[in-house]
């Protein structure tokens, strides 16, 4: 998400400024259980900084609140300063920017921090002194939650198709010229069809992966921390705890996990040798939730048949990892946001919650800050 953004965002065409309804069927946001004007920190916002490294973002929000003056800020020491005058209301962008110790602690009259992301690990995470500040000071945190959903299961699918099909093995010999239809040991050509996909994080991602996984002709299981009913297309829904268990069970193992104390190396070589030998492993949540080097020794040793990973930790992967070199891999550097859809929809969820928190509406995707999420 951040790097759909970061890369020349074009200005969105206009579109109605109450787009509430049409994203919550859309993308299943979720609308707050109040009116945020029932806060006892809220007010209608009269200045409100906003991140400079996202093109075009003053003026986008410019169009639906004219009456509110934006800052545009770069940096983390042009934000505090700008948050510093006298009654800056809110922070919109990147969440290692609007969430950056300086700026909270120079934005005194900060009240609504609006994150250009799904993940705020940088907000709350395992930031414990920034998560008391939000706390402490009542700042409402708002994220990206669902929006990049159905880009990202494309990503996870194209991954898995990969690694089943053989396509991490063709494509390179494309390159070279070499026409052969021979595999090597463990990286033959298998079918879905009748096989078990089990979610980690069976939220906004996950969702969409598990639709699109039962269109596949393929079992769902899935694990999520809320206790919702079992959608349709997933046949099993279990807590967290239940992983080590339902794991054994998979022929494919998708993580879409947030990044919380919970799931901080999550899978590490205990769970990755409950896998199936078989099995592949697909990230598309978060690299610290992987024990990287427990994951190249399970792919070095073919104790993994394969795995796609769209994050890794760390961030951005050296060249000299070893990670690079494992056999059945599929690598993308953190891309599986980016598409034409996810940017249209950023831009009509960062307006839609201007324009409810300037009326003092309900507002969407209000993080959690007990769950991190």
Known sequence: VLASLGVGLARPADTASNDGQALIAEFGLRESPEAVARRASWRSPRRIVVDAGVPGLADALRAVAPQIEFVPAESPVEMAAAAAVARTDAAIGRAPLICHPSVLAAGLDLRWLQTVSSG???????QSEIARTLSGRQILLTNMRAIAGPVIAEHAIAMLLALSRGLHIMIPRQLTGEWSDTFPAGSQPVTLRGKTMLVVGLGGIGAEV???TNALGMGVIATRASSAAAPAYVRYVGKPEELATLIKDADVV????????ATRGLFD???FARMKPTAY????????????????????????AGAGLDVVDPEPL?????????????????????????????WRVLRE?????????RMLSVVDPSRAY
């Open 281 to 304: 492993f697909i990230n598309v949540g978060r690299g610290q939730s992987v024990v990287t080097m427990d994951l190249v020794a399970a792919l070095t040793s073919g104790r993994l």
């Open 120 to 126: 705020v690990e940088s907000c709350i995470g395992t």
């Open 254 to 261: 998708v993580s879409a996990a947030p990044l919380t104390a």
């Open 353 to 361: 919650n201007l324009r409810r928190y300037a009326a003092g509406e």
């Open 318 to 346: 050296p060249k000299d990892h070893p990670l690079w070199r494992v056999p059945n891999l599929v690598l993308t550097p953190h891309v599986s946001a980016q598409s034409e859809l996810t940017t249209e929809a950023q």
């Open 210 to 212: 598990a639709q699109r």
């Open 269 to 271: 070589a205990a769970m």
